[in-house]
């Protein structure tokens, strides 16, 4: 080192060394909590894209009932009305998340976390639900039933 | 053996000292006035963390955290291993008094204003330390990977999903995924046992610290009675034989209610089953749950839901400050409206639970 060095010129030495130093300090930070951060978010996992499900025979349906349909991995509720009527909705309530389930004394499907209610339409109708239920699409090819994606 | 025992403190006194440490503590008193019945639940919190603790460590050795396994592991637990009922039983029973005790303690502290400067830290790390046991909570209720813990989960990570930005990442983050499946019961397991009492054994250090440091918090009036008024005792062996008794009632407590009235295991979760009838969050979230179920489903152009958490949010956070916004207290004045927003936040919480519990 030059002891004829200016204070000034020190200095600057000085921040150049604190900004060296420091940068070098917050690119290790980010080299470490960059792969952690990464780490913990929960891959994306390659979802079988389901478009209709046969749920069976339409005999072995009840009037009057709602059943909970496996479709993919989301729950759907097949509702044959008193009158015989079938319709499917996602059996996921729009409040927050729970699953539905058909109230015959009620007539309505109900959801029994937060006390929802929604018409046999889907549309809520009481409750905290802000939105509808989405609709699904219930075809009856012979004697079986099936449930496919209203789009 | 007293020789024996002579020779072993020697021993390490001579190499750490302990003469210092016993000063200390022999110099240690707890205030006497009106309100000193409180200064115990402080302690009982403590206890039941230890119990926590070692039940959870016993029931490790057994649990299986895992979607196909959970709920029959605790099933062998409760029927084939000796004792497992008790230690099992024991370990829900005290979480919950756990809960209890630490929502008298933190109400005792904020109405006896003890949080005013300089007991801000203190204040803080309890607050947390209560935050992180509503989390042990709700993450050890999945655990047995029962109906009504799925379906709590469901509600309760979507909860957090319902904040605006940066909710939905954070309801990924907890979930392990969109949904609530096998991946967040690996997850809730991993925050439930070592993350959760990771953060927690470092606030509870510093806040036993600062308590050993500051010594106990008085009531106003009585830090301003003159020295002839105030009354004191010795911690050791007065207080803590006092606390300890208190800690062997807890026990016996405990060991009454796991026996006569053991921790049920329920129904197995089914993703693609409705929820239950009847369905309810433990007695602690209660509140929060009915205010969410009478809530409408549009308040102006925000959805109920969204509304109801960010109010829940912003309490909580009010709360988490109040040594800084009473100024009040801190200058060592009288200040009644901390009492009345207390009062209304107990009655509050005591009617909306009530509510909850019978509809």
């Known amino acids: 080192m030059n002891e004829q060095t200016s204070p000034e010129s020190r200095n600057s030495k000085r921040d150049f060394l604190k900004y060296v130093l420091g940068g070098g300090l917050l690119a290790w930070f980010a080299s470490v909590a960059y792969p952690i951060v990464e780490y913990l978010k929960p891959p994306q996992q390659g979802e079988v894209e389901v478009s209709s499900v046969k749920v069976g025979p339409l005999n072995a349906i009840e009037k009057d009932s709602g059943t909970i349909i496996r479709f993919g991995n989301k729950p759907v509720i097949l509702i044959r009305t008193a009158a015989g009527e079938l319709r499917a909705f996602s059996a996921t309530c729009t409040h927050l998340d729970c699953t539905v389930q058909y109230r015959k004394d009620m007539g309505v499907i109900w959801c029994a976390c937060h006390n929802g209610r929604y018409d046999l339409n889907g549309r809520n109708v009481a409750g905290p639900p802000p939105r509808p239920l989405d609709e699904f699409r219930v075809v009856v090819q012979g004697a079986d039933v099936f449930l496919s994606k209203n789009i | 053996m007293s020789t024996l025992w002579k020779k072993t403190y020697d021993w390490i006194d001579e190499r750490v000292h302990l003469g210092d440490l016993v000063e200390f503590m022999g110099k240690k008193y707890v205030p006497v006035h009106r309100g000193s019945v409180w200064y115990y639940f402080g302690g009982v919190s403590l206890f039941l963390f230890i119990i926590q603790v070692l039940t959870g460590i016993l029931l490790l050795l057994y649990y299986k955290g895992s979607e196909g396994l959970a709920f029959e592991s605790i099933q062998f637990i409760m029927s084939k291993v000796a004792f497992g009922w008790l230690?099992?039983?024991?370990?829900?029973?005290?979480?919950?008094?756990?809960?209890?005790?630490?929502?008298?303690?933190?109400?005792?502290?904020?109405?006896?204003?003890?949080?005013?400067?300089?007991?801000?830290?203190?204040?803080?790390?309890?607050?947390?330390?209560?935050?992180?046991?509503?989390?042990?909570?709700?993450?050890?209720?999945?655990?047995?990977?029962?109906?009504?813990?799925?379906?709590?989960?469901?509600?309760?990570?979507?909860?957090?999903?319902?904040?605006?930005?940066?909710?939905?990442?954070?309801?990924?983050?907890?979930?392990?995924?969109?949904?609530?499946?096998?991946?967040?019961?690996?997850?809730?397991?991993?925050?439930?046992?070592?993350?959760?009492?990771?953060?927690?054994?470092?606030?509870?250090?510093?806040?036993?610290?600062?308590?050993?440091?500051?010594?106990?918090?008085?009531?106003?009036?009585?830090?301003?009675?003159?020295?002839?008024?105030?009354?004191?005792?010795?911690?050791?062996?007065?207080?803590?034989?006092?606390?300890?008794?208190?800690?062997?009632?807890?026990?016996?407590?405990?060991?009454?209610?796991?026996?006569?009235?053991?921790?049920?295991?329920?129904?197995?979760?089914?993703?693609?089953?409705?929820?239950?009838?009847?369905?309810?969050?433990?007695?602690?979230?209660?509140?929060?749950?009915?205010?969410?179920?009478?809530?409408?489903?549009?308040?102006?152009?925000?959805?109920?839901?969204?509304?109801?958490?960010?109010?829940?949010?912003?309490?909580?956070?009010?709360?988490?400050?109040?040594?800084?916004?009473?100024?009040?207290?801190?200058?060592?004045?009288?200040?009644?409206?901390?009492?009345?927003?207390?009062?209304?936040?107990?009655?509050?919480?005591?009617?909306?639970?009530?509510?909850?519990w019978f509809m």
């Open chain 2, 87 to 356: 230690v099992r039983s024991i370990h829900s029973w005290s979480a919950n008094l756990f809960i209890l005790a630490a929502v008298v303690h933190m109400f005792s502290v904020f109405f006896e204003k003890s949080y005013r400067s300089p007991r801000e830290i203190t204040w803080l790390t309890g607050m947390l330390m209560l935050f992180l046991g509503l989390g042990f909570g709700f993450s050890g209720y999945l655990l047995p990977w029962n109906e009504l813990a799925f379906f709590a989960t469901k509600v309760g990570t979507d909860i957090a999903g319902v904040v605006p930005i940066v909710g939905k990442p954070i309801m990924v983050f907890l979930r392990g995924g969109e949904d609530v499946t096998g991946a967040t019961l690996t997850r809730f397991y991993g925050f439930h046992v070592a993350v959760l009492p990771g953060i927690f054994t470092v606030l509870l250090g510093i806040h036993l610290l600062l308590v050993q440091r500051q010594g106990m918090s008085e009531p106003l009036d009585v830090e301003k009675a003159g020295a002839a008024e105030r009354k004191t005792m010795p911690f050791f062996p007065n207080f803590l034989l006092r606390d300890l008794l208190f800690w062997l009632l807890i026990l016996n407590l405990l060991a009454i209610l796991a026996v006569f009235f053991p921790w049920e295991l329920g129904k197995k979760a089914d993703a693609f089953a409705s929820a239950p009838a009847g369905i309810q969050p433990e007695w602690y979230f209660l509140f929060m749950f009915e205010t969410l179920k009478l809530f409408p489903a549009k308040v102006w152009f925000l959805d109920g839901e969204v509304l109801g958490v960010m109010l829940f949010g912003v309490a909580a956070i009010l709360w988490l400050l109040v040594p800084f916004w009473d100024r009040k207290s801190a200058r060592g004045e009288k200040n009644r409206a901390i009492n009345y927003v207390g009062l209304a936040a107990v009655l509050y919480i005591i009617i909306f639970s009530i509510l909850g």
